[in-house]
C-alpha cells in the first residue's frame, strides 16, 4: 500500500504544508479538542523560578465552528446573516414560544 504524500494529504484535509505532522508516529489529530472547548489553563514558567497560570475558556455565548462550517461562515457576520435568514423561516408560532421561556 503506497504511503500518501504529506502535500496531497494537507491538501485533502485543509490543512497547511508547513503544520506537516506525518513525520511524528503516534500523532492524533484533535486529540485534545474536547478538552480545550472545556476548558484549559497554561503554566507559564518565568527564568526567575516562578510560574504564573493562567485558565481559558470559551466566554459565554461564544460557538466554536467545525472547519467545513467555517469553510462557508469565515467571521461573526456571516454566521449571524445566515442565522438570522434562518429564523426567518421558522414558522412566527415556534418562534413566540421560544422566546418566553
Excluded: C, W
Excluded at 38 to 58: C, M, N, P, W
Aim: aromatic share 8%.
Amino acid at each position: 500500500m503506497k504511503k500518501a504524500d504529506s502535500k496531497n494529504l494537507s491538501k485533502i484535509e485543509d490543512m497547511r504544508s508547513e503544520y506537516d505532522f506525518s513525520s511524528m508516529k503516534g500523532a492524533v489529530r484533535g486529540k485534545y479538542y474536547k478538552a480545550y472547548r472545556a476548558g484549559h489553563k497554561v503554566e507559564i514558567h518565568k527564568a526567575d523560578g516562578t510560574t504564573s497560570v493562567q485558565y481559558f475558556r470559551l466566554e459565554d455565548g461564544a460557538v466554536m465552528l467545525e472547519p467545513d462550517v467555517r469553510q462557508y461562515f469565515p467571521n461573526s457576520e456571516s454566521v449571524n446573516k445566515a442565522l438570522r435568514s434562518l429564523i426567518e423561516i421558522v414558522p412566527s408560532k415556534k418562534r413566540a414560544s421560544h422566546h418566553t421561556k
